[in-house]
């Protein structure tokens, strides 16, 4: 790779970490086809025709774009594309295990559920995401820096039992904060936040 292309990647990632919307649709837009490729690879013919490849490419731009600034650091392409990869198979063998091994879902015993289809197509796209991740910073912003840290480690997965205890607060008052937020923010984009 020429060093013309790493300082372009590198500018690339920059404005990825920093939540640019263009960024973000133009690193989708040049790693989407691979991470797609990915998919279509690892998912079995028994559940192609009960998921859609690309419900899976979006199921990785979206835990992608809810990783914090300093998960975001790749050197060249060459990292950052077998990730995207790893994140994809690791998405289809979630479904894998919980679809063809486990008792309870075997895709053999399963009839075709309408829920799953509405499930799938509500799920949004990594603009929204990337808009909806934006918002979210700015909620942040406002809030006290306790306040900013319980809500990031909720953010990144811990659990309201956990985040309460680390804080030294109840997990009551942490739900409360929660659910403050949401009532403050109406109607706006809070699908695709990461709590």
Do not use: C
């Not at 797609?36 to 990785?60: E, G, H, I, N, T």
């Not at 063809?100 to 929204?128: F, I, W």
């Not at 840290?149 to 039992?161: H, V």
């Amino acid at each position: 790779m020429s060093s013309q292309e790493d300082r372009d990647f590198t500018d690339l990632m920059r404005r990825v970490m920093n939540r640019s919307d263009a960024a973000a649709r133009e690193l989708v837009e040049r790693f989407g086809p691979r991470v797609l490729r990915m998919v279509r690879k690892r998912l079995p013919r028994a559940l192609r025709s009960k998921y859609d490849s690309l419900d899976f490419v979006q199921a990785v731009w979206a835990s992608f774009f809810v990783l914090p600034r300093e998960r975001l650091q790749f050197d060249s392409p060459d990292d950052l594309g077998p990730y995207l990869g790893e994140m994809a198979a690791n998405k289809v063998v979630d479904v894998i295990r919980q679809r063809l091994q486990g008792v309870k879902y075997k895709a053999d015993r399963e009839q075709v559920a309408e829920e799953l289809n509405d499930l799938t197509k509500s799920m949004p796209s990594p603009e929204a995401i990337a808009i909806a991740r934006e918002e979210w910073h700015k909620i942040l912003h406002n809030e006290p820096s306790h306040n900013q840290r319980m809500l990031k480690d909720l953010a990144e997965g811990t659990d309201t039992e956990e985040v309460a205890r680390q804080h030294g607060f109840s997990p009551k008052t942490v739900k409360r904060l929660v659910r403050r937020m949401r009532r403050e923010q109406g109607d706006k984009e809070q699908d695709s936040w990461p709590i």
